[in-house]
């Protein structure tokens, strides 16, 4: 089975740009979550999506901001890039919403804003 | 959340068993231990969780205190390929989202 994709792998963006990023969770699970991790530091919870409805937002601006479409995919969508969201952005599948289960991680998407 | 302290770094010998600690000293009751690990420039990976009784699965152990203020997780072989940062995190069965904090880096040494 396939596992978590994401879309792209690598992305460069010039500052005050609009940026989107793709995920595709495993088949079966309903939940989408997004995370920013800048480097050195862990993952930090930007959104969670569960049946298409946000079920948690992180300390993340209004420039962030996240859609689940109905086969459980999701976007990403950063507008007016800032030097600071320059980081790799994971996605984490699991099969409901609530953290009781193992949430599966993508192999990111590494934005670069300069 | 409670807050998880871990050291910042590790070693261990390959072929040895790997002990790494994790301190949550304000966990409540409804609040599971969760490991997970990071191999370098991937995304993290679930390891294992727990809520008060020891558990143990294919790739490790976790022991919680009878207090449940501490845990450790035991990888029983280390091998070169379990050289990652190992991220402990104490989480609300309903919670949404997973707090990892700075983690320990394990470096599995031939």
């Known amino acids: 089975d396939a596992g978590v994709t994401q879309s792209p792998t690598h992305l460069i963006k010039t500052r005050g740009q609009h940026v989107t990023l793709r995920c595709s969770p495993i088949s079966g699970h309903k939940s989408v979550s997004w995370y920013q991790q800048v480097l050195g530091q862990g993952p930090q919870f930007i959104f969670q999506y569960y049946e298409k409805e946000e079920r948690g937002r992180g300390n993340f601006p209004d420039r962030f901001s996240a859609r689940q479409f109905p086969n459980y995919s999701s976007e990403l969508n950063v507008n007016a890039l800032l030097l600071g969201d320059s980081a790799l952005y994971l996605c984490?599948?699991?099969?409901?919403?609530?953290?009781?289960?193992?949430?599966?991680f993508g192999p990111g998407t590494r934005l670069t804003v300069t | 959340d409670a807050k998880t302290t871990q050291p910042t770094s590790m070693d261990c010998a390959e072929g040895r068993a790997a002990n790494l600690p994790c301190n949550h000293s304000t966990i409540s009751g409804n609040e599971y231990v969760y490991w997970y690990r990071q191999i370098h420039s991937q995304g993290p990976q679930y390891i294992i969780h727990?809520?008060?009784n020891n558990e143990t699965n294919e790739m490790a152990s976790l022991i919680i205190t009878e207090d449940r203020k501490s845990s450790t997780l035991i990888l029983p072989h280390a091998t070169l390929r379990d050289t990652a940062v190992y991220y402990c995190?104490?989480?609300?069965?309903?919670?949404?989202?997973?707090?990892f904090g700075e983690g320990t880096q394990l470096t599995v040494n031939p």
């Open positions: 995190i104490a989480e609300e069965t309903s919670g949404s989202r997973l707090t």
């Open positions: 727990g809520l008060k």
């Open positions: 984490a599948s699991s099969l409901a919403g609530t953290s009781v289960y193992e949430q599966y």
